[in-house]
C-alpha cells in the first residue's frame, strides 16, 4: 500500500514553506512560500512566536509548533497533543532556562522542581495525552537557519543534530537569544522535524520573560487534532 506523506512545510516568520505536488502525484524538490489561514500567534501583526516563561500571563508558555503559536495553561490543557516544547524560567534562585518537552514535564528527573514556585503545579502531570518530542542543540547560526529554504535541508539539519533529550538546560543564567534547536516527534497522531531560532531572549525569570522565536517546521494543524492537515495553506 503507498503511504501518503503530508509534505514538509518550513515556517519562517508567520511565513510557511511547504512542497507542492506535481501532477503525477511526486513531491517537487524546491519549495513554495505559504502563509497560514488562520492568525499565527496571538499578537496580530508580529512576525514571530513568542513564548512566555510559567509565570507571563499574557503569553503563554507552552509552545505548538504545527500550529505556530504559543498557548496558554487552558488552552494546552485542552489541547495537549498539540504541545512539543514547554519554556521555563524558575524564580526561584536556579539561575538557569529550561526547554523541555512534555514527556520530561511529566517524568523527568527534577521536572517538578525546574517550575520554580509553580512546582507544585505541575500541568502536565494531569493532561491527558502528551507528545514524546525530542529537543537538541545544534552548530547553526542565525544566517545557517534563514539560509535553509528546502525541505531536504531542514530535514537535514535536525537529523544532523547529535544530542537529542527530554530537556535542554541553559545554566548560570546565560540566555537563549541567537540560540538554533531542532526538535523531533515521532508518534502515530503526530509527526514533525523542526528548527528553532531564538531572535531574542526578552526578560529573565518574572512575569513579562519570554522568547521571541523564529520555527521552521513540518506540517500545520488548524482544527487542533494533533495532525497536519492537508488544506491548511494558502498561496501568499
Known amino acids: 500500500m503507498k503511504t501518503r506523506h503530508l509534505v514538509a512545510a518550513a515556517l519562517v516568520a508567520v511565513i ?50 504545527i500550529g505556530g503559536k504559543a498557548r496558554n495553561y487552558t488552552d494546552a490543557k485542552a489541547h495537549p497533543k498539540s ?28 521536572a517538578n522542581a525546574m517550575w520554580g514556585s509553580n512546582s507544585t503545579e505541575n500541568p502536565v502531570t494531569t493532561w491527558s495525552a502528551i507528545n514524546e518530542s525530542e529537543i537538541s542543540p545544534t552548530n ?32 548560570g543564567g546565560v540566555k537563549l537569544t541567537a540560540k538554533v534547536f531542532a526538535v523531533k516527534l515521532n ?15 526578552v526578560g529573565t525569570s518574572g512575569a513579562t520573560g519570554y522568547l521571541k522565536v523564529i520555527v521552521k517546521v513540518t506540517g500545520i494543524d488548524t482544527d487542533n487534532d494533533g495532525k497536519p492537515d492537508n488544506n491548511g495553506y494558502k498561496d501568499r
Not at 520530561?104 to 527534577?110: D, H, P
Open 16 to 65: 510557511f514553506i511547504s512542497c507542492k505536488k506535481d501532477k503525477d502525484d511526486k513531491p517537487k524538490s524546491d519549495v513554495q512560500v505559504f502563509e497560514p489561514v488562520i492568525a499565527f500567534n496571538t499578537n496580530p501583526g508580529s512576525s514571530y512566536m513568542e513564548a512566555g516563561n510559567q509565570y507571563n500571563l499574557q503569553k503563554g508558555c507552552f509552545m505548538d509548533l
Open 83 to 110: 504541545i512539543d516544547l514547554i519554556f521555563l524560567a524558575p524564580n526561584d534562585g536556579q539561575d538557569a532556562y529550561y526547554l523541555m518537552t512534555p514527556t520530561y514535564s511529566r517524568s523527568g528527573a527534577g
Open 140 to 171: 547553526l547560526t542565525a544566517a545557517e537557519f534563514y539560509n535553509i529554504s528546502t525541505n531536504s535541508q531542514l530535514a537535514a539539519a535536525v537529523q544532523g543534530a547529535k544530542n537529542f533529550s527530554g530537556n535542554y538546560v541553559s545554566a
Open 187 to 201: 508518534m502515530d497522531n503526530r509527526q514533525l522535524q523542526a528548527l528553532i531560532l531564538v531572535v531574542d531572549h
